[in-house]
């Protein structure tokens, strides 16, 4: 009975800790993710390679990355607008290693297409910075 009520504490306090965890990291995580979105906007894509998360690095090269965001993101011209819908924490992603990360995802508009979903996923990365290891259009 002992051994169940002090697992009961123990889990009960995991499972603050990782919520607090998650809550605490919204505020660096977000800013990282925007900060990042902003060298993608301006045409740095290499950049935004340079600023990825080592786990992005290590799944697709800065030439390749580079290629992905011309054929995709270019074409969609300049920002007019971009709004945080939904933020959600995940200890895992598909194809992604076990770790903290964020899955923003925000509505966008830009001069030659509108309401675009853009989802960017920054994760802690394993120097202690947020960066972002995943991001799509749809």
Known sequence: M???????IACG?????VASCSHDQTTPAKSAAEAWLKMVDS???????????N????TVAKEQWQQILNANRAPLGSLISRKLISTEYKQELPGAPAGQYFVLQYQSDFAHKSSVIETAA???????NWRVSLYYLK
């Open 122 to 128: 920054p994760m802690l990365d394993q120097d202690g």
């Open 13 to 17: 306090i995991l499972a603050l800790s």
């Open 2 to 8: 002992r051994k169940q009520l002090l697992c009961s």
């Open 43 to 53: 045409g740095n894509y290499a950049q935004s390679w340079d600023a990825a998360a």
């Open 55 to 58: 786990v992005m690095k290590t």
